[in-house]
Nanobody
Framework: QVQLLESGGGSVQPGEYLRLSCVAS????????MGWYRQAPGQQRELVAR???????RYGDAVLGRFAISKGDAKGTTVLQMGSLKPEDTAVYFC???????????????WGQGTQVTVSS
């Protein structure tokens, strides 16, 4: 079973910085990629950032140049550094992991519970 645990959400003022972390527990699975998505009230869930096992990254247009995704120090950890935060970044941020069970070829995606980020003056 794959479990994801997010941490680091909170309330900040515009222009400030937040750091989100996600720890994946995935015994028996290969993690192909980890990423962050966000969903604001009344909006669809959208990509924030994705980090592949090859080190490749992909960012949503709204966060380019302000956010950075990287591996954490511990195995299965990903970190999202969010700078120059804007009120429109307010949303629930979800960690996800794209995984393949060892010995299998089909890929599955798992999601964390989400962490609230609020940017307001």
């Amino acid at each position: 079973q794959v479990q994801l645990l997010e941490s680091g959400g909170g309330s900040v003022q515009p222009g400030e910085y937040l750091r989100l972390s996600c720890v994946a527990s995935a015994p028996g699975f290969k993690i192909n990629a980890m990423g962050w998505y966000r969903q604001a009230p009344g909006q669809q869930r959208e990509l924030v950032a994705r980090l592949g096992s090859d080190g490749g990254t992909r960012y949503g247009d709204a966060v380019l140049g302000r956010f950075a995704i990287s591996k954490g120090d511990a195995k299965g950890t990903t970190v999202l550094q969010m700078g120059s935060l804007k009120p429109e970044d307010t949303a629930v941020y979800f960690c996800n992991a794209e995984v393949t069970r060892y010995g299998r070829s089909d890929e599955h995606t798992y999601w964390g519970q989400g962490t609230q980020v609020t940017v307001s003056s």
